[in-house]
């Protein structure tokens, strides 16, 4: 179902033209003052109690589970701060050894390739960066490079340059006959995309916050499935610890952790600030219906495609790229700062690898600002 605008809820002046949630989600009004309400609570410290650290922190937990759906549960949640917490979390934890491969793409966000790039050298696996396709069929591409040398496969669920798309759940059946772990970084698609959690079985999942979730800077979650629960955390912070809800225990140093996937939660977790924000938007997002955003995005994506191509650009076909994520490459580098010369006409797309235009809409975009955006480009592109 395609929403209505929803640009109400959120604090985008109409002369605003901002198609680039790849780069940043807005938060809604509500949003915002959850956050503000969360800060405003340190000013009278001695109204937090200890059970407020682990309301806040599980509110968290549920909210993300409920947004990834069976068999997610809030026990399997850990608190981070980054997409890049996760995947170190995912790599500290997940068998490598001499001579194995970790499966990359190319292009890869870097919160992904710097870490698997370590891990790798440190077990003296190696880091296999598997190439853009010129079909855009990234499916094939990674099917084909899994085999029994394969320990870890580290991947979106779509290329952030563009948006061109994988089939993670033909993807995960691969990885599970030749006995490989899957670490997914969803960030550009979480939120805007349906996930089938149950077929894609990831044994560890993260996404920051920031861009589709709708949600602030500096706070993420990072799924574990059951099968890690013992792992190894990053960090050792009491909070972790089992029995942590009781301050005055601190001291007894506890070798157990707290149950499920809490141990992984990045220090200082309780952010009384930013997890009520991310609850509030991740609550919204539930509310209009993920599958909803992805038609509604959709659609506009649609249009921003065929606009595209009338005006020279081209886009993978359907089959081959997310619906709300848009990479339009042009047949000649694009001209000098197109997108500051986009902003200066507060217009905001992103310009990816020189060539390509990635135009990123949500539920608060309209056929207006498609309107707008290709009213620039003939501006500046005919302008040179
Ligand atoms: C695919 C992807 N993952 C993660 C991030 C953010 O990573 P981090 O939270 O580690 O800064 C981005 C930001 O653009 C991204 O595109």
Same mark, same amino acid.
């Given at each position: ?33 959850? %956050? ?47 997409? *890049? ?32 790039? $370590? ?124 029995? *942590? $809800?009781?301050? %005055? ?18 220090? $200082? ?49 359907? *089959? ?18 197109? *997108? ?13 690898? %020189? ?19 290709? $009213? ?5 592109? %005919?302008?040179?």
């Amino acid at each position: 179902m395609i929403l209505p605008s929803q640009r109400a809820l959120f604090d985008m002046p109409d002369e605003i033209c901002y198609l680039n949630c790849a780069y940043m989600g807005p938060l809604m009004r509500h949003v915002t003052a959850a %956050g503000q309400a969360g800060l405003a609570r340190k000013a009278r410290p001695w109204e937090v109690t200890p059970a407020d650290f682990f309301a806040t922190t599980n509110a968290g937990r549920r909210a993300f589970a409920a947004l990834l759906g069976p068999p997610a549960t809030e026990d399997d949640v850990a608190i981070v701060s980054s997409a *890049s917490y996760g995947m170190a979390t995912a790599a500290r934890n997940l068998p490598l050894a001499s001579g194995q491969r970790v499966l990359v793409l190319e292009g890869e966000f870097p919160s992904t390739i710097l870490t698997w790039r $370590e891990r790798a050298r440190e077990a003296g696996a190696e880091l296999v960066r598997l190439p853009r396709p010129d079909d855009g069929d990234w499916t094939r591409v990674v099917l084909e490079a899994i085999d029994a040398r394969t320990a870890v496969a580290a991947l979106p669920a779509l290329h952030w340059l563009d948006g061109g798309t994988l089939d993670l759940a033909a993807i995960r059946g691969r990885l599970r006959e030749v006995g490989a772990a899957l670490a997914l970084d969803v960030t550009q698609s979480l939120g805007a995309q349906p996930i089938d959690l149950a077929a894609l079985d990831p044994d560890f999942l993260v996404a920051a916050a920031y861009k589709w979730l709708l949600g602030p800077y500096s706070i993420g979650f990072l799924y574990v499935a059951p099968r890690w629960h013992e792992g190894r955390p990053l960090e050792h912070s009491w909070y972790a610890r089992e029995g *942590s $809800e009781n301050f %005055g225990g601190l001291i007894d140093y506890p070798e157990r952790f707290q149950p499920g996937a809490r141990r992984f939660d990045m220090g $200082e977790p309780s952010n009384f600030a930013l997890l009520p924000a991310a609850v509030a938007a991740i609550d919204q997002i539930l509310a209009w219906g993920v599958a909803n955003i992805a038609d509604t995005a959709g659609a506009l994506a649609d249009e921003i495609v065929r606009r595209g191509e009338a005006l020279g650009f081209s886009a993978a076909p359907p *089959s081959r790229r997310a619906r709300h994520y848009v990479g339009l490459r042009a047949a000649r580098p694009l001209p000098d700062r197109l *997108s500051e010369r986009l902003a200066a006409d507060q217009i905001y797309v992103s310009v990816r690898g %020189g060539q390509t235009l990635r135009v990123t809409p949500h539920v608060y975009n309209t056929s207006d600002d498609v309107d707008r955006l290709f $009213e620039g480009l003939q501006r500046v592109m %005919g302008g040179g």
